[in-house]
């Protein structure tokens, strides 16, 4: 049972040169081209935060106006996908609640 596992493990080792590492980043000496970071609003993405901080009180008035700030930080960056995203969370949250319609 012993031979026959050690022959197993030579078995899966061999033909594993490269780590697992250099084979996700190409030909060894080789640049791996990165997607460009996206350039962020400031404005945008302070208001972003502070959004955030409001969602995390967890309370109707802390929704209300997380919205706000998410709301204008869409008005400074339209793109700016994780306003979208707390505002989504912000309305789940009112209506889960039933303080608000759902949309």
């Not at 697992?20 to 970071?37: M, T, V």
């Not at 106006?65 to 994780?82: M, R, V």
Request: overall charge positive.
């Amino acid at each position: 049972m012993l031979v026959a596992l050690s022959n197993r493990s030579s078995r899966i080792n061999t033909g594993t040169s490269m780590s697992p590492i250099s084979k996700c980043a190409g030909p060894i000496g080789e640049p791996i081209q990165l997607p460009k970071a996206r350039a962020c609003n400031v404005n945008a993405f302070n208001h972003s935060l502070i959004g955030r901080a409001f969602w995390n009180k967890q309370t109707e008035s802390g929704f209300k106006t997380a919205i706000t700030h998410f709301e204008n930080c869409l008005a400074d960056d339209a793109a700016y996908a994780k306003a979208y995203l707390g505002m989504a969370d912000c309305y789940r949250k009112l209506e889960f609640w039933g303080t608000d319609e759902p949309r």
